[in-house]
């Protein structure tokens, strides 16, 4: 399977944005979808994930101002980002764990840029 993932850009604090990432190849094995981001000089970090069920996961330092969803039919994966701060500034990452040994399959990332 791959990811692509789209939607990054430059707003300012307090704006929101919405991230894309669109599957394509075998993607009826994929058992969970996520967002995790890389802001410079930090490690990567899980920012929410949307599993079995449509079961939810988000970090604590973005609940409330975000929220995943997915639409099967278009294979599409997104992250409605809200009340953006200059700490979000980071390249975001589409990531699914993909059949039946979880393999790790990640996009190429997209930069968000939230300036002060």
């Known amino acids: 399977v791959q990811l692509q993932a789209s939607g990054g850009g430059l707003v300012q604090a307090g704006g929101f944005l919405r991230l894309s990432c669109v599957a394509s190849?075998?993607?009826?094995?994929?058992?969970?979808m996520a967002w995790y981001r890389q802001a410079p000089g930090k490690l990567r970090e899980l920012v929410a994930l949307?599993?079995?069920?449509?079961?939810?996961i988000y970090a604590d330092s973005m609940k409330g101002r975000v929220a995943i969803s997915k639409d099967s039919a278009k294979n599409t994966l997104y992250l409605q980002m809200n009340s953006l701060k200059p700490e979000d500034t980071a390249v975001y990452y589409c990531?699914?764990?993909?059949?039946?040994?979880?393999?790790?399959?990640w996009g190429q990332g997209t930069l968000v840029t939230s300036p002060a």
């Open positions: 190849g075998d993607t009826s094995s994929i058992n969970q």
């Open positions: 949307i599993g079995t069920g449509d079961h939810t």
């Open positions: 990531n699914v764990e993909w059949g039946s040994k979880w393999e790790d399959i």
